[in-house]
């Protein structure tokens, strides 16, 4: 490593919390790239600008997305990153790696790259960054004799990702690893060759809880729930009571729904299933007392995504409960996924996420097109605010009005309620 000053970046160093700069600097004691990449960052400090110019089409063969085009704008004063190009490796199911799989990444990724590395990036991949380009190619194929694989990027299928699910967590109602494993297999095409108008996410989590924070994330978010009713253990809450657990305040009142309550005399916890929403607070609070129930599935999501185009969105129920057991089931998550994919590609303009689009033509629209059923749960907001309107020929039919009133107010929208 140059004995170069970064005075800016040893103030990241301070402080109770790892720094990314002293893990930098590790990695430029043998690594030239990322000793620049490291004079670099400290220059944009300086300048208060960014100096990494996105883009330039690079790739490896067959492969359409995967590598992110990186140049650095100041190549004579930084020749080392001059090309710091990224790649994105699929990451297994709930990223469980063996130490000799990390160990076969770390080795591929020194011999080619700069060896900075982000576990994970915010779609899930495992990160690589900085690579020069005429290593791409070089990298790819030891990666991929490796067993590794690329992820998606750009107006593609972004790489699926998932909770830890049944591996290590008693919430997960269904296996979001087999789901994920599953759906990156089936539309690898989808994943490596980008064809539509923009990214596409699908993240799963395997309850309410939504550690992959799928709602806010993804466009399609697929989030575990259950049909019946909660499991409860009365002498486990008469456990929690008696050790000190303030259940009234703390699990009762804080029921989104007041669908749950406790009998301070009896000591006993009782569940209205009907109104409870499954949002999973009272089994987080009192978990040896509570399970998830017995008839489980998942509700599919649509449309979350950062702010661009529009600003930002939590996705929307599309199907609110959907079985997703074996293999046979994910048929039907399929299909739908093909549906809305060829109504996005068909309609979306450029740059236009999947909920964007929804947002411009109509949630009716699209249901039509996709051909699902409105359904009470479709709701913007939780029990307010429907958005949902009869087609005016739907309308007349229901009245039994027949097909002339239907054409009468045909081109009129009538409102739901
Ligand atoms: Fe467990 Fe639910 Fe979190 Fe998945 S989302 S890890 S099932 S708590
Ligand atoms: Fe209430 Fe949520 Fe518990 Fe259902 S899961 S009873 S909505 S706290």
Redesign the pocket.
């Known amino acids: 490593m140059s004995d170069k000053k970064r005075p800016m970046l040893d103030e990241l160093k301070k402080g109770p919390w790892p720094s990314f700069v002293k893990q930098m600097e590790k990695q430029a004691e043998t690594s030239e790239m990322a000793e620049d990449a490291l004079n670099l960052l400290e220059q944009s400090y300086n300048d208060k600008v960014v100096h990494w110019k996105h883009g330039g089409i690079v790739g490896v063969r067959g492969y359409g997305g995967g590598v992110i085009g990186r140049y650095c704008d100041m190549p004579e004063e930084f020749p080392n990153v001059k090309e710091f190009h990224t790649f994105r490796v699929n990451q297994p199911a709930g990223w469980f790696y063996t130490s000799d799989a990390l160990r076969s990444l770390a080795d591929v990724w020194e011999k080619h790259g700069s060896g900075l590395t982000n576990f994970h990036g915010a779609t899930g991949d495992v990160v690589l960054l900085g690579a020069p380009t005429e290593h791409l190619q070089s990298c790819f194929d030891d990666l991929s004799a490796n067993g590794w694989d690329l992820g998606g990027s750009g107006s593609d299928l972004r790489t699926p990702s998932c909770c830890v699910g049944p591996a290590r967590c008693s919430s997960a109602c269904f296996d979001t690893l087999d789901l994920c494993h599953n759906l990156t297999n089936q539309f690898q095409n989808e994943l490596h060759r980008p064809m539509w108008p923009y990214k596409f996410k699908i993240k799963i989590s395997g309850c309410a809880n939504d550690c992959v924070s799928s709602i806010a994330r993804a466009d399609m978010s697929i989030i575990g729930t259950w049909r019946d009713v ?1 499991g409860i253990d009365q002498d486990a809450v008469k456990d929690y009571a008696a050790n000190g657990l303030e259940i009234q305040e703390l ?1 009762v009142d ?4 007041d ?2 309550t406790f009998d301070a005399e009896q000591m006993t916890f009782n ?1 209205d299933d009907e109104n ?8 987080n609070k009192m978990p040896k007392a ?1 399970q998830i129930g017995k008839d489980r599935g998942a509700t599919i999501l649509l449309g979350g995504k950062a702010t661009l185009v529009q600003s930002a969105f939590l996705s929307w129920v599309i199907v609110p409960f959907m079985k997703l057991e074996k293999e046979d089931d994910y048929v039907e998550l399929k299909d739908l996924l093909d549906k809305m994919w060829e109504w996005w590609d068909e309609n979306g303009k450029v740059r236009e996420r999947i909920g964007e689009l929804i947002y411009r033509k109509g949630m009716r629209t699209f249901l039509k097109e996709v051909g699902l059923k409105p359904q009470p749960q479709m709701v913007k907001h939780p029990r307010a605010n429907p958005y949902f309107f009869w087609w005016p020929e739907e309308l007349a039919k229901e009245k039994g009005e027949g097909d002339a009133l239907g054409e009468a107010a045909a081109g009129k929208e009538i409102k739901n309620g």
Not at 276 to 283: A, F, L, N, P, Y
């Open positions: 909660i699990v804080k029921c989104p729904t669908a749950c569940v409870c929403v499954r949002c999973m607070h009272c089994i509570l």
